[in-house]
């Protein structure tokens, strides 16, 4: 069975971190364009990073730079989003997709909220708040 699983959620105060872990089984993620995501209530998915290990490229949305920082285990795999210095607006369902490599890391991050890709996870939620 090809699934991603996403866990690491949580509740946090503002200034703390979270690091999310997006775990493939049945694939090798190694092959694939990752990206995280998230979905606030009444927002539109936004791309928030995505990686791909073809050329090592990463992609990180204006609204996290600096804060987040994606990585990857291949012997695990698993990708990760470490998270720090985070806000409230940063509060959401975070999902991980993978999509075959020829889409770009911007691609990916940017496409449209409907868009869907080969693979997503069920999504974990963050909540940022004091």
């Known amino acids: 069975q090809l699934q991603l699983v996403e866990s690491g959620g949580g509740l946090v105060q503002p200034g703390g971190s979270l690091r999310l872990s997006c775990a493939a089984s049945g694939f090798t993620l190694d092959e694939y364009t990752i990206g995280w995501f998230r979905q606030a209530p009444g927002k539109e998915r936004e791309g928030v990073s995505c990686v791909r290990s073809s050329d090592g490229s990463t992609y990180y949305a204006d609204s996290v730079k600096g804060r987040f920082t994606i990585s990857r285990d291949n012997a695990k795999n698993t990708v990760y989003l470490q998270m720090n210095s985070l806000k409230p607006e940063d509060t959401a369902v975070y999902y991980c997709?993978?999509?075959?490599?020829?889409?770009?890391?911007?691609?990916?991050?940017?496409?449209?909220?409907?868009?869907?890709?080969?693979?997503w996870g069920q999504g974990t939620q963050v909540t940022i708040s004091s």
């Open positions: 997709a993978a999509e075959p490599p020829i889409i770009t890391v911007r691609a990916m991050c940017e496409a449209p909220g409907r868009y869907e890709f080969d693979y």
